[in-house]
Nanobody, 126 residues
């Protein structure tokens, strides 16, 4: 069983930056694909970014060039650096872990992920 705990959410003005983090339990973190998803009020959960065991990354078109996903295997932590934030980025951000190797577009499929965190709220004011 893997537990995921997100942190770093908050309120920021449009154009600002924020970094959210997710710490995972377990000894095989380095082999997991780690993803970030988000859900805005009244909308379905959507893919944001993912990074796999060889550090290949995949991004939603809406965040390309603004968000960067990274991982620190020594700390069992995955990060999402969010720059040039927009009001439409407002959502609860969820961390997820996939215990099977994934590449490219597969990393964007929510159904591929086995474990989910509780989420952290990100609010961008205009």
């Amino acid at each position: 069983q893997v537990q995921l705990v997100e942190s770093g959410g908050g309120l920021v003005q449009a154009g600002g930056s924020l970094r959210v983090s997710c710490v995972a339990s377990g000894r095989t973190f380095s082999s997991y694909t780690m993803g970030w998803f988000r859900q805005a009020p009244g909308k379905e959960r959507e893919f944001v970014a993912a990074i796999n065991w060889i550090r290949s990354t995949y991004y939603a078109d809406s965040v390309k060039g603004r968000f960067t996903i990274s991982r620190d295997n020594a700390k069992n932590t995955v990060y999402l650096q969010m720059n040039n934030l927009k009001p439409e980025d407002t959502a609860v951000y969820y961390c997820a872990a996939d215990s099977t190797p994934s590449v490219a577009a597969t990393m964007a499929r929510a159904g591929e992920y086995d474990y989910w965190g509780q989420g952290t709220q990100v609010t961008v004011s205009s």
